[in-house]
């Protein structure tokens, strides 16, 4: 018997982010993934996925992805199985973090949409894939898809977001939480920091990876997802 399984994306990044982990959890698991690039609050979005998701299913969502998904176990956590919150946080926004976005957001408005993705990879990918011509180009196709519309949406609804940490001690199902090593973006700690929090969950930490695990360290991730998908 498969599990319905829903992957939600990061920001600006569509089904390739999911790529392997599609293909190869296919035997046990019927994927699906979900398109978050139409509202300005993950409240908004978290109803977006809800309409189109099954009944019942198993949630894995990455970074922004994972802040949907803390907004989905908000409003329908009887709808989730297992949850998986992968390079992602509970945390809302410093006030750092908010003029960075704001920063983003002005490039973009100003015709430099494709500067976006470049000043981004430092932190998306580990230092030592930067020259991987491969996972470079697909990062790059991602973002070209997603469109400078829908990646202004997607910084509002970020920006937007609350803090879900006080929610997570009410998460009541078999939660994996993934981290790359090397996560510049949403640091180690982080992923820590929910694990502790949320009752019976499993931290697992891929070495020599940053923050695109599912591309970066696809095996492994697979690996780890795979393992989350048939325990408890």
């Known amino acids: 018997m498969t599990t319905n399984l829903v992957m939600i994306p990061g920001l600006l990044c569509d089904a390739r982010l999911w790529a392997h982990q599609s293909e190869h959890l296919a035997d046990i698991a019927d994927c699906m ?3 978050i690039t139409g509202a300005e609050s993950v409240d ?3 109803d977006s996925v809800l309409a189109s998701a099954p009944e019942k299913f198993a949630l894995a969502g990455l970074s922004m992805g994972g802040y949907v998904a803390h907004a989905i176990m908000r409003r329908a956590p009887g709808r989730v199985t297992r949850l998986a919150l992968i390079d992602t946080s509970a945390r809302a926004d410093t006030q750092e973090q908010l003029v960075r976005r704001r920063q983003l957001i ?3 408005n100003y015709g430099k949409f494709r500067g976006v993705t470049d000043r981004l990879l430092p932190i998306l990918v580990h230092e ?5 011509e491969s996972l470079i180009n697909e990062i790059k196709k991602m973002s070209e898809h997603v469109g400078s519309e829908a990646f202004t949406r997607q910084q509002h609804a970020i920006m937007g977001r609350p803090d879900s940490r006080p929610f997570l001690i009410e998460y009541g199902v078999p939660t994996l939480v993934m981290c ?4 510049a973006l949403t640091p180690l700690e982080h992923s820590q920091e929910m694990a502790a929090a949320i009752p019976g969950s499993r931290l697992a930490v891929i070495e020599d990876c940053g923050h695109l695990s599912t591309m970066e360290r696809p095996q492994a991730a697979t690996a780890l997802m795979r393992q989350w998908l048939s325990y408890g």
């Open 33 to 35: 993934v979900a398109d």
């Open 44 to 46: 908004e979005l978290a």
């Open 106 to 108: 002005d490039m973009t």
């Open 128 to 132: 030592a894939r930067l020259a991987e």
């Open 180 to 183: 790359g090593r090397q996560d």
